[in-house]
């Protein structure tokens, strides 16, 4: 190994560990600010928030005023401590409720297998008429939430045109001109 060929490794092991320090770094202090203590209006804002999600509002209820609330809960939400307090409350809360995917899964399942069970029809004395109905709408979305949780379904585009019909398209505005 020439001494160019040294320079050069030295000088990319220096790189290297120069970013493994601005990274530590960067930990470092996304740490610190994590760990900064709330006022008590930036918790009652976290209170607020895990409530309904709705950031003016919990702004509003807070104590930030009308005005000013929708851009005070934009940046609230983009500081770390607020963000980590808000998801510690959130995990709480499922936890005291009992709430995890599965949970939500089985049941959303459960609704839709419900939903797909024929009924019969009953008068007023519960005689069955010989007509039978079931849920379409619920079945369909409780299939529908089951479909988007396993990503069977996008709602993106594909803007990729195949060369013929790019060449087709080229045409038509040659066309036009």
Known sequence: MDDAEQQQMIAT???ATAEVKAEREAKREEARLRNLPLSPKQYRFCQEYVK???????????GYSVKTAPSQAHELLKKPNIAACV???QRRIAEMAQLDATYVLTN????GERCLQHHEVTDHEGNGLGEFVFNAAGANKS????GRHLKLFTDSVD???SPTLASLFGQ???KEK
């Open 13 to 15: 092991n220096q790189r």
């Open 52 to 62: 309904d999600s709705n950031a003016s509002r919990a702004a509003r209820d807070a």
């Open 87 to 89: 998801a510690d409350m």
């Open 108 to 111: 959303i399942k459960e609704t």
């Open 143 to 146: 299939w529908e939430l089951l």
């Open 159 to 161: 803007h990729n045109l």
């Open 172 to 174: 038509l505005l040659k």
